[in-house]
């Protein structure tokens, strides 16, 4: 599967997991999605904020910011459902709140998550 394949498919998961979030009464806007190289470094290299090996990189990441009831919910915690949703979307499916931060949903490839 090439990486355009991936990324495309990525997309639709996200979309599958912003549908079931609003199922469940969240809310959600976009955080960051693609991390430009030009800014944060390729793939391994870091230059800004972002981990080196973000998936981000390779636009297969993407942070959600999660609201319910009108209230932003910043913790893992609150995040959990998602996850747990999010990862049964793809065999590479990985949620950020099992290594790093709640709101990070992405595609593992290549040693990037
Ligand atoms: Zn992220």
Redesign the pocket.
Known sequence: MSLGDKQRLFTIAVSKLIGWAYGQGYELTF??ASRDPRLHGKVGEKKAY?HAK?A?KKRL???LNLFKEGKYLTSTAAHEPLGEYWVTLHEDAVW?GTFK?G??Y?FKDGGCA
């Open positions: 955080g960051d972002g973000s981000h990441a993407v942070d950020g931060d709101n990070h992405s």
